[in-house]
């Protein structure tokens, strides 16, 4: 079955940039999807299709998707961007969609 | 403004049964295909099952095909999901999302979310 794999934990100061890796084999030719998940609420869609934004989310957050990595860019981070984050592909082989481990941001 | 409700979770022993439900509000519920994605607790994200819009297709994840089943009634504008033969490892918070279509799709909006325990 595919796997996508991410880092456990990215720590960031205010102000900086924090980078988010999702692994997987060929991902560049997926289409990645990437929530945020507060603690004790519903997971949000903020990245879609590699770099989409949904409406309402601020342009802080970027994706982007080549060869084995898919990337979350949270720039400026604030207090506010301390959650959970998965990546997230469909995947054709097995027909079924795949989460990754997740990563928890933590801001310093 | 797209709301999502569920509910029907609670505390069941191995071996019985759940139905979860999820009520859907703001949007043309027979437009989209639906989901169940459930996160174990302290855990990760887990698909379970999608359904099409007409329910001509379903699509389960293969640690509950045969076991649960995932239905929907587009005239009340609400998705089930009927849990038999449920094990521990079942524990989870169940979400329900709705998806666009089949594929490549992301879950654009996800409700809160009802917690399943399977415990003796």
């Known amino acids: 079955s595919y796997v996508l794999t991410q880092p456990p934990s990215v720590s960031v100061a205010p102000g900086r940039t924090a980078r988010i890796t999702c692994g997987g084999n060929?991902?560049?030719?997926?289409?990645v999807h990437w929530y945020q998940q507060k603690p004790g609420q519903a997971p949000v869609l903020v990245v879609y299709?590699?770099?989409d934004r949904p409406s309402g989310i601020p342009e802080r957050f970027s994706g982007s998707n080549s060869g084995n990595t898919a990337t979350l860019t949270i720039s400026r981070v604030e207090a506010g961007d301390e959650a959970g984050y998965y990546c997230?592909?469909?995947?054709?082989?097995?027909?079924?969609?795949?989460f990754g481990t997740g990563t928890e941001v933590t801001v310093l | 403004e797209v709301q999502l409700v569920e509910s029907g979770g609670g505390l069941v022993q191995p071996g019985g049964s759940l139905r979860l439900s999820c009520a859907a509000s703001?949007?043309?519920?027979?437009?989209?295909?639906m989901s169940w994605v459930r996160q174990a607790p302290g855990k990760g994200l887990e698909w379970v099952a999608n359904?099409?819009?007409?329910?001509?297709?379903?699509y389960y994840v293969d640690s509950v095909k045969g076991r649960f089943t995932i239905s929907r009634d587009n005239a009340k504008n609400s998705l089930y999901l009927q849990m038999n033969s449920l094990r521990a490892e079942d524990t989870a918070f169940y979400y329900c999302?709705?998806?666009?279509?089949?594929?490549?799709?992301?879950?654009?909006?996800w409700g809160q979310g009802t917690l399943v325990t399977v415990s003796s």
């Open positions: 999302a709705r998806v666009s279509g089949r594929g490549w799709y992301p879950f654009d909006y």
């Open positions: 703001g949007f043309t519920f027979n437009t989209y295909w």
């Open positions: 359904m099409k819009q007409d329910g001509s297709e379903k």
């Open positions: 060929n991902i560049g030719s997926k289409s």
């Open positions: 299709y590699d770099d």
């Open positions: 997230q592909v469909w995947d054709s082989d097995s027909d079924h969609y795949v």
